[in-house]
Structures are given as C-alpha cells and as structure tokens.
C-alpha cells in the first residue's frame, strides 16, 4: 500500500504552526492598544508562514508548490523582525524571545529542504 505525505508530516509545517500558536497565546493578554497595532501584525506574519506551506501543499504542480513555499520566507522575515520590535518595546520577555527566534531560525532549513524535496520527488 502506498503511503502518502500529508500536511502534518511536514516539520516546517509543524514547526511553523505550533510557533504561531505559542505567539498567539502570548499576544492575546497585551493591552487593545498593542494587540491592534504589533499583535495583529506579529500573529498575521506567524501565521502566514504556515498557511503559506500549507497553500502550497494543496496545490497541484511543482511550480505552483514552490512559489507559495517562497512566500512563507517573505511571512518569516517578517515575523522576525516583529519578534525584535516585541522584545525591544517590553512586550515579550528575554526567554520568549529567544524561543521565537530559535524557531524562526530553525525554519529556512525546513523550508528550503521542503523545496529542495519538491523539486526532486514531484515530476510535475
């Protein structure tokens, strides 16, 4: 029987989404002042790194597949720099800090061997 990838045998995915989680529930408690104005975009930016991979999961050539994994680079850099203005203005401690940022950092080498698998496994 042949066994399929699925979304969830992903790490990047996986990776991506349970960090977005862990930014999620951290954001949630700040004031309405920096949850509209940071957190939104901090949370969009996180999230969009998983959803991206996950759109390009669900798509149906190679080229297509890759492209949406290349956005999820663009969500990450964002995401970081988020994480550094967070830190900078108080909003996140020292610790949560630096495991954003091992996370993030974690993700270009999940990314680009997800790519890098993509390119070499899918014929189309």
Do not use: H
């Amino acid at each position: 029987m042949k066994k399929y990838l699925r979304l969830n045998d992903i790490g990047a995915y996986k990776s991506a989404f349970n960090l977005s989680n862990y930014i999620w529930k951290i954001i949630i408690k700040w004031s309405y002042f920096t949850r509209d104005t940071i957190g939104k975009q901090f949370v969009r930016a996180t999230d969009s790194i998983s959803a991206n991979i996950a759109e390009g999961f669900g798509r149906y050539n190679k080229k297509d597949k890759i492209r949406f994994f290349r956005y999820s680079f663009g969500s990450l850099k964002e995401a970081l720099d988020w994480n550094e203005k967070a830190k900078i203005r108080s909003l996140i401690t020292q610790k949560q800090y630096e495991y954003i940022f091992s996370e993030l950092s974690q993700l270009p080498r999940e990314i680009n061997y997800l790519i890098k698998f993509t390119n070499e496994k899918l014929t189309m």
